[in-house]
């Protein structure tokens, strides 16, 4: 304990100062926490440069100033919900927080919300669009035509599946329940006009009597919403489309304060959908105001028991984590990593290309080590045959050799210098004169043939000598001595 403290008071004494020692993720965790603090929520207006979309869904880009430069990230999730999208050179506001990245040491702000700042370019072009087209007199009042009054069909062209065609159905119904043909198209994006000008075009090819009638009226009908959502309305095929319109056309865009040019080529302009279809039809029944006055009531008192549970919901949403700052430092490092690695497999690739066209280049041709190997193995194959009939000749020559003294050792040789082969009767070479015996039958192979004969006598050569033979019928000595024999 005692070294322990002379090292630290040694420390301190050199150091002159008794900071505490952070590591960088703690005095990285420390300012992250200082700007969300002291930056719970802002709006931004800048120049978008440098957009990108990573695979994972995010947007990154900057916002930039004559003077300065922000970087702006928007997750997966917030970008489906907006209404205008970045891109480069847009000047837009951007809602959100401000946050840090510990991974660059940099400060950025979390996108929630985006809108457009520069409006007034929009408006400047639907202006001159305006005149333009007032100039052709699509707008004039003499081109305009009566709507019916009691229509038997009724057009819609909006998108089947916002609530818009729910409200004009819904007030259809309450005021004059009539026949209805919708016409499902885009109200908004890039193929929306083309999709609008087509449906008003072909509700009007229509032919009365058909198996689909053609309408009495159409309604032209969209939700509320910034002049970018209601820029299809103000597109020239939409607006040319409405004017040579030959059945009468309401047109429903927005809300009352809303004001695009089909509003002019139209016959009618309704401040809302709703409107659209209290024009289109008379009411019904006067006693259906009490119904809708309830109805608004308990709409009311839905939209009060919603907002209590909303707000209540609200208040412990507060109370849990928020999962999107939990994982968005690692959210963000994922995508830094996966740009990395993309960057880093397309310089490997190109490495190892570039080394695999060296290597090629370095490699001689084929065709020249085959030929100096063909040149080889003929060589080869024509010291192989001189080899060949070389070993040929001198075994032709010992075989020869060997043919010749086998000849001359042969028994067929012997027998011509007066010899001859003696066999027994089953055919057996007679090697030795032990195995006969007087009375055998055996057979002499000469060179020139082969004769018979009758063992006589065996014994060792020169000691033998010729049985004489015992004439037939001689008869026996009269002496009564049979064993004694003849002696001559």
Same mark, same amino acid.
């Given at each position: 304990?005692?070294?322990?403290?002379?090292?630290?008071?040694?420390?301190?004494?050199?150091?002159?100062?008794?900071?505490?020692?952070?590591?960088?993720?703690?005095?990285?965790?420390?300012?992250?926490?200082?700007?969300?603090?002291?930056?719970?929520?802002?709006?931004?207006?800048?120049?978008?440069?440098?957009?990108?979309?990573?695979?994972?869904?995010?947007?990154?880009?900057?916002?930039?100033?004559?003077?300065?430069?922000?970087?702006?990230?928007?997750?997966?999730?917030?970008?489906?919900?907006?209404?205008?999208?970045?891109?480069?050179?847009?000047?837009?506001?951007?809602?959100?927080?401000?946050?840090?990245?510990?991974?660059?040491?940099?400060?950025?702000?979390?996108?929630?919300?985006?809108?457009?700042?520069?409006?007034?370019?929009?408006?400047?072009?639907?202006?001159?669009?305006?005149?333009?087209?007032?100039?052709?007199?699509?707008?004039?009042?003499?081109?305009?035509?009566?709507?019916?009054?009691?229509?038997?069909?009724?057009?819609?062209?909006?998108?089947?599946?916002?609530?818009?065609?729910?409200?004009?159905?819904?007030?259809?119904?309450?005021?004059?329940?009539?026949?209805?043909?919708?016409?499902?198209?885009?109200?908004?994006?890039?193929?929306?006009?083309?999709?609008?000008?087509?449906?008003?075009?072909?509700?009007?090819?229509?032919?009365?009597?058909?198996?689909?009638?053609?309408?009495?009226?159409?309604?032209?009908?969209?939700?509320?919403?910034?002049?970018?959502?209601?820029?299809?309305?103000?597109?020239?095929?939409?607006?040319?489309?409405?004017?040579?319109?030959?059945?009468?056309?309401?047109?429903?865009?927005?809300?009352?304060?809303?004001?695009?040019?089909?509003?002019?080529?139209?016959?009618?302009?309704?401040?809302?959908?709703?409107?659209?279809?209290?024009?289109?039809?008379?009411?019904?029944?006067?006693?259906?105001?009490?119904?809708?006055?309830?109805?608004? !009531? =308990?709409?009311?008192?839905?939209?009060?028991? /919603?907002?209590?549970? %909303?707000?209540? #919901?609200? &208040?412990? $949403?507060? *109370? @849990?984590?928020?999962?999107?700052?939990?994982?968005?430092?690692?959210?963000?490092?994922?995508?830094?990593?996966?740009? !990395? =690695?993309?960057?880093?497999?397309?310089?490997? /690739?190109?490495?190892? %290309?570039?080394? #695999?066209? &060296?290597? $090629?280049? *370095? @490699?001689?041709?084929?065709?020249?080590?085959?030929?100096?190997?063909?040149?080889?193995?003929?060589?080869?194959?024509?010291? =192989?045959?001189?080899?060949?009939?070389?070993? /040929?000749?001198?075994? %032709?020559?010992? #075989?020869?050799?060997?043919?010749?003294? @086998?000849?001359?050792?042969?028994?067929?040789?012997?027998?011509?210098?007066?010899?001859?082969?003696?066999?027994?009767?089953?055919?057996?070479?007679?090697?030795?004169?032990?195995?006969?015996?007087?009375?055998?039958?055996?057979?002499?192979?000469?060179?020139?043939?082969?004769?018979?004969?009758?063992?006589?006598?065996?014994?060792?050569?020169?000691?033998?000598?010729?049985?004489?033979?015992?004439?037939?019928?001689?008869?026996?000595?009269?002496?009564?001595?049979?064993?004694?024999?003849?002696?001559?």
């Amino acid at each position: 304990m005692i070294a322990d403290r002379s090292t630290a008071n040694t420390t301190e004494s050199e150091t002159g100062h008794n900071l505490p020692e952070l590591s960088v993720s703690e005095i990285s965790q420390a300012l992250k926490r200082t700007v969300e603090g002291a930056f719970q929520r802002v709006r931004v207006r800048g120049e978008v440069s440098g957009f990108k979309r990573a695979a994972s869904g995010h947007m990154y880009f900057t916002l930039k100033d004559a003077d300065a430069v922000l970087d702006g990230i928007c997750w997966r999730g917030t970008a489906a919900r907006l209404t205008v999208m970045p891109e480069d050179g847009l000047e837009i506001i951007a809602t959100g927080r401000l946050t840090t990245y510990p991974g660059r040491s940099k400060y950025q702000i979390v996108v929630d919300g985006v809108e457009l700042a520069g409006e007034g370019a929009l408006l400047k072009l639907l202006d001159d669009r305006r005149r333009l087209l007032a100039a052709e007199g699509l707008f004039d009042d003499d081109r305009k035509r009566r709507l019916p009054y009691l229509p038997d069909v009724i057009g819609v062209v909006t998108s089947p599946t916002g609530a818009v065609i729910r409200d004009i159905l819904h007030r259809l119904s309450d005021r004059f329940p009539r026949r209805v043909l919708v016409w499902p198209v885009r109200v908004q994006g890039d193929s929306a006009a083309t999709e609008i000008a087509d449906a008003i075009r072909g509700f009007n090819k229509l032919e009365a009597g058909a198996a689909v009638p053609r309408p009495d009226v159409l309604i032209v009908a969209r939700g509320g919403g910034s002049i970018e959502d209601l820029w299809a309305f103000n597109e020239e095929a939409v607006v040319r489309a409405a004017a040579e319109s030959d059945i009468p056309l309401i047109s429903a865009v927005g809300h009352e304060t809303d004001t695009t040019l089909i509003d002019f080529a139209a016959d009618k302009r309704a401040p809302t959908p709703t409107a659209a279809a209290e024009m289109a039809v008379p009411v019904r029944h006067e006693l259906l105001a009490q119904v809708l006055a309830d109805g608004a !009531r =308990l709409v009311g008192a839905a939209n009060r028991r /919603l907002a209590d549970g %909303r707000m209540r #919901l609200d &208040a412990a $949403a507060r *109370g @849990l984590p928020d999962l999107s700052r939990l994982v968005g430092d690692s959210v963000q490092r994922l995508d830094e990593w996966e740009e !990395r =690695l993309r960057n880093s497999l397309h310089v490997g /690739l190109t490495a190892r %290309r570039g080394q #695999l066209a &060296a290597t $090629a280049g *370095g @490699l001689r041709r084929p065709d020249h080590l085959i030929g100096r190997g063909r040149d080889r193995v003929e060589g080869e194959g024509r010291a =192989l045959g001189r080899a060949l009939d070389g070993y /040929l000749k001198d075994r %032709r020559a010992r #075989l020869g050799q060997a043919s010749a003294l @086998l000849e001359s050792y042969s028994h067929e040789r012997v027998m011509e210098r007066g010899f001859a082969l003696v066999t027994a009767a089953d055919g057996r070479t007679v090697a030795s004169v032990r195995t006969l015996a007087p009375g055998d039958a055996v057979n002499l192979r000469f060179a020139d043939g082969a004769a018979g004969a009758i063992i006589d006598a065996t014994g060792p050569a020169g000691a033998s000598k010729a049985r004489p033979k015992r004439k037939a019928g001689k008869r026996q000595s009269k002496t009564n001595d049979d064993r004694q024999g003849e002696l001559l």
